[in-house]
């Protein structure tokens, strides 16, 4: 069983910064992807960047050159530096591990970006 605990999130003016953190525990090992969703009210929930089994990164459209995924060493904690937040990023953020037919979410943190 993996939990995935998560932090960082919270209220923002546009054009600010925050950065997520999300740290696996439990057993995880072998081929995995990791990484963020999120979830606006009234919306699907959406990829919004993550590491792939073979350790590429894919990165919605939208937050491209904004946010930037990241991982420690022992690959169990991913971060998302969240930059130039606009008022359309405001969602609760999910991290997310895939590993085979497995797929496990974290509570959920919610970022608001307003002033």
């Known amino acids: 069983q993996v939990q995935l605990v998560e932090s960082g999130g919270g209220l923002v003016e546009p054009g600010g910064s925050l950065r997520l953190s999300c740290t696996a525990r439990g057993s995880i090992s072998g081929l995995y992807t990791m990484g963020w969703y999120r979830q606006a009210p009234g919306k699907q929930r959406e990829l919004v960047a993550q590491f792939t089994a073979g350790g590429f990164t894919n990165y919605k459209d939208s937050v491209k050159g904004r946010f930037t995924i990241s991982r420690d060493n022992a690959k169990t904690t991913v971060y998302l530096q969240m930059n130039s937040l606009k008022p359309e990023d405001t969602a609760v953020y999910f991290c997310?591990?895939?590993?085979?037919?497995?797929?496990?979410w974290g509570q959920g943190t919610q970022v608001t970006v307003s002033s």
């Open positions: 997310h591990v895939g590993r085979g037919m497995s797929t496990y």
